[in-house]
T-cell receptor, first 111, second 112 residues
Framework: QKEVEQNSGPLSVPEGAIASLNCTYS??????FFWYRQYSGKSPELIMSIYSNGDKEDGRFTAQLNKASQYVSLLIRDSQPSDSATYLCAVLNQAGTALIFGKGTTLSVSS | DTGVSQDPRHKITKRGQNVTFRCDPI?????LYWYRQTLGQGPEFLTYFQNEAQLEKSRLLSDRFSAERPKGSFSTLEIQRTEQGDSAMYLC??????????FGPGTRLTVL
């Protein structure tokens, strides 16, 4: 059974701080990784995708991938109260037919 | 540019009734996916279409569930003889040649 693990949180950070979200996955053959943000009662919204080892930056967001350690992370710089949401880590299965999601980490940014 | 749309957004039904949900993908996307999400969990994969062909189904998709995508455009997901355990958010996603999936707003099903 392929798995994606995340700490459920809640992760609480003050406004302006860096939030660090982590994810591990079990399928060593996975090649495509995604972070989605989900507000309460809403559907997942894509934040970033990452395919290669290293860092990928997009505005205040940086995704990091380490395939040897089977580890993906998301850093949110200058956190804002509007960033308060559940962050879902997703890994594409090797067949490319389905995303496997973690349970999500709830982030709370206090002003 | 319109995103993925789903209809209805909310559905309340009684146990034993049949329900059908519709998903309209982003127009140029040939791949379509259904997921189910319950409270406190991440979305769980149900089924995948490439054009009109249903290429993969999860073990979660019992024989009470059926999905179609006629002509490779919109898709429907039908649940027959609903049970209280079917209460969840049903999410549709679509993607193009790349594997990035974009989700619709979901249909929240409540089975009484």
């Amino acid at each position: 059974q392929k798995e994606v693990e995340q700490n459920s949180g809640p992760l609480s950070v003050p406004e302006g701080a860096i939030a660090s979200l982590n994810c591990t996955y079990s399928d060593r053959g996975s090649q495509s990784f995604f972070w989605y943000r989900q507000y309460s009662g809403k559907s997942p919204e894509l934040i970033m995708s990452i395919y290669s080892n290293g860092d990928k930056e997009d505005g205040r967001f940086t995704a990091q991938l380490n395939k040897a350690s089977q580890y993906v992370s998301l850093l949110i710089r200058d956190s804002q109260p509007s960033d308060s949401a559940t962050y879902l880590c997703a890994v594409l299965n090797q067949a490319g037919t389905a995303l496997i999601f973690g349970k999500g980490t709830t982030l709370s940014v206090s002003s | 540019d319109t995103g993925v749309s789903q209809d209805p957004r909310h559905k309340i039904t009684k146990r034993g009734q049949n329900v059908t949900f519709r998903c309209d993908p982003i127009s140029e996307h040939n791949r379509l996916y259904w997921y189910r999400q319950t409270l406190g969990q991440g979305p769980e994969f149900l089924t995948y279409f490439q054009n009109e062909a249903q290429l993969e189904k999860s073990r979660l998709l019992s024989d009470r569930f059926s999905a179609e995508r006629p002509k490779g455009s919109f898709s429907t997901l039908e649940i027959q003889r609903t049970e209280q355990g079917d209460s969840a958010m049903y999410l549709c996603a679509s993607s193009a040649v790349t594997d990035t999936q974009y989700f619709g707003p979901g249909t929240r099903l409540t089975v009484l």
